[in-house]
């Protein structure tokens, strides 16, 4: 089969010139690349370190003059390029390289038109531009991270040296970077998706195949996750194989079939026995009036904190209670309450 065909459109006002190398090796997993392009002003002191960068990996710098303060031109140019390779016919898909969310309404635009686009941008890019790409990869997981704290210490070495720093000062830049590397920890908790988040996902994955009489593959996880959340990628959560990191969800577990390797949900009859066991103790000694299914709820999750209702067959709490044969659901829906049946 041939490989699809992709123009790489580059922002070099939103992206490091160090992560070069790294993008045109990701995308040798898509396809190759036929239009190489990156937009900027190449007469600015900024665009320094891009241009030896251009040269070595064959791509053509767009020049474009920033006319107007607080205007950014190199969006435009961008954009108005990549209609025009649109209608050439010419690639199957587009991979854009940028940290600015302006370009959200672009990747939805060549996605109806059916192309695949690929995004790349670094941990600050905006989860709209995110969502709107075929997949988006986080430029911060393609770099080793060896090779990073070995950069960061040199540069810190040098601009140590230059200013004639001692050691207070060393101690100072010491300081700086442990902040800005918890600045980008706080970061990644606020764009990338929570882990909470993809447990549910496959849960829903596992049961709905469950419930067609079918295995679930771990190749099918994969691909479903990252049709659902384009940015999906083990390597936000600091692992390189999705299996390890399949592994380290408590409500999952990897059973490996001849070649297959299937997903499944760990047994849970056990707990759900003694958990029902609790429901009812606290159900009971709430009498006739019963108690709000919110506040049994929260209950519950205080004591077992790994319960989900999803992990034992149900989609919420309700339906969990509606389950337990002595339990009578009764209430407008919002003030739910249970207690015990009493005919029974």
């Known amino acids: 089969?041939?490989?699809?065909?992709?123009?790489?459109?580059?922002?070099?006002?939103?992206?490091?010139?160090?992560?070069?190398?790294?993008?045109?090796?990701e995308m040798t997993k898509h396809g190759s690349v036929t239009y190489r392009r990156a937009y900027g002003d190449w007469t600015s002191t900024q665009a320094k370190g891009w241009k030896n960068k251009l040269m070595e990996n064959s791509i053509t710098p767009m020049q474009q003059f920033c006319n107007t303060v607080g205007k950014n031109a190199t969006d435009s140019t961008l954009i108005i390029d990549a209609m025009d390779i649109l209608y050439?016919?010419?690639?199957?898909?587009?991979c854009i390289v940028s940290s600015d969310g302006d370009f959200t309404r672009l990747a939805i635009r060549l996605r109806e038109s059916g192309m695949s686009v690929i995004g790349m941008g670094e941990e600050k890019t905006p989860r709209s531009f995110r969502t709107a790409c075929s997949q988006f990869t986080v430029l911060e997981n393609l770099i080793d991270?060896?090779?990073?704290?070995?950069?960061?210490?040199?540069?810190?070495?040098?601009?140590?040296?230059?200013?004639?720093?001692?050691?207070?000062?060393?101690?100072?830049?010491?300081?700086?970077?442990?902040a800005a590397k918890k600045a980008g920890e706080s970061k990644e908790e606020?764009?990338?998706?929570?882990?909470?988040?993809i447990e549910s996902a496959i849960i829903n994955i596992i049961t709905e195949n469950e419930n067609k009489d079918k295995e679930t593959g771990l190749?099918?996880?994969?691909?479903?996750?990252?049709?659902?959340?384009?940015?999906?990628?083990?390597?936000?959560?600091?692992y390189s194989l999705l299996?390890?990191?399949?592994?380290?969800?408590?409500?999952?577990?990897?059973?490996?079939?001849?070649?297959?390797?299937?997903?499944?949900?760990?047994?849970?009859?056990?707990?759900?026995?003694?958990?029902?066991?609790?429901?009812?103790?606290?159900?009971?000694?709430?009498?006739?009036?019963?108690?709000r299914v919110n506040e049994l709820s929260n209950s519950v999750h205080r004591r077992y904190t790994e319960f989900k209702p999803k992990n034992y067959g149900y989609?919420?709490?309700?339906?969990?209670?509606?389950?337990?044969?002595?339990?009578?659901?009764y209430g407008d829906m919002n003030a739910r309450k249970v207690r015990f049946d009493e005919a029974d």
Do not use: C, W
């Open 145 to 178: 991270e060896d090779d990073e704290e070995m950069q960061a210490a040199a540069q810190e070495a040098a601009h140590e040296a230059a200013q004639g720093a001692g050691k207070g000062a060393g101690a100072k830049g010491k300081g700086r970077k442990a």
């Open 243 to 291: 299996s390890r990191f399949l592994e380290e969800i408590p409500s999952l577990k990897l059973v490996k079939n001849n070649t297959r390797i299937n997903v499944e949900l760990k047994e849970n009859r056990e707990s759900e026995d003694e958990i029902i066991d609790y429901i009812k103790t606290i159900v009971k000694f709430t009498g006739k009036k019963g108690m």
């Open 88 to 94: 050439t016919g010419n690639v199957d898909g587009f």
């Open 315 to 329: 989609s919420q709490f309700t339906k969990f209670l509606q389950a337990i044969p002595e339990l009578e659901i």
């Open 1 to 25: 089969m041939e490989d699809k065909r992709f123009a790489i459109l580059i922002d070099t006002d939103n992206i490091s010139s160090k992560y070069i190398s790294a993008i045109m090796d």
């Open 219 to 238: 190749g099918e996880i994969g691909s479903r996750l990252l049709n659902k959340y384009p940015d999906f990628d083990v390597r936000n959560y600091g």
């Open 190 to 197: 606020s764009t990338s998706i929570s882990k909470d988040v």
